[in-house]
């Protein structure tokens, strides 16, 4: 059974950091791409980062030079560093991971508020 499992999601006022971590299972994650998304109320889900198999990552201009997303292919896991944390990123973050199909996570919460 495939299954991608996010943590580290909470709470953080405004310029603080949170790191992001995403488990797979069921999959040999080194053949995905992998990446997160995020959903705030009311809006689209969008895409935040991006890496692909071969570990060449990009992102979304709105967290260029904030967050940073990178892999362990040897421990199914892919993390995403998030800095300088703006109210706007405020958002339920998704991991995905793609090889001829999508996957989802759950999701994780990140409130960035005073």
């Known amino acids: 059974q495939v299954q991608l499992v996010e943590s580290g999601g909470g709470l953080v006022q405004p310029g603080g950091s949170l790191r992001l971590s995403c488990t797979a299972s069921?999959?040999?994650?080194?053949?995905?791409?992998m990446g997160w998304y995020r959903q705030a109320p009311g809006r689209q889900r969008e895409l935040v980062a991006h890496?692909?198999?071969?570990?060449?990552?990009n992102y979304a201009d709105s967290v260029k030079g904030r967050f940073t997303i990178s892999r362990d292919n040897g421990k199914n896991t892919m993390d995403l560093q998030m800095n300088n944390l703006k109210p706007e990123d405020t958002a339920v973050y998704y991991c995905?991971?793609?090889?001829?199909?999508?996957?989802w996570g759950q999701g994780t919460q990140v409130t960035v508020s005073s």
């Open positions: 995905t991971a793609t090889y001829l199909i999508q996957v």
């Open positions: 069921g999959i040999f994650a080194r053949l995905y791409a």
């Open positions: 890496i692909s198999s071969g570990g060449v990552t």
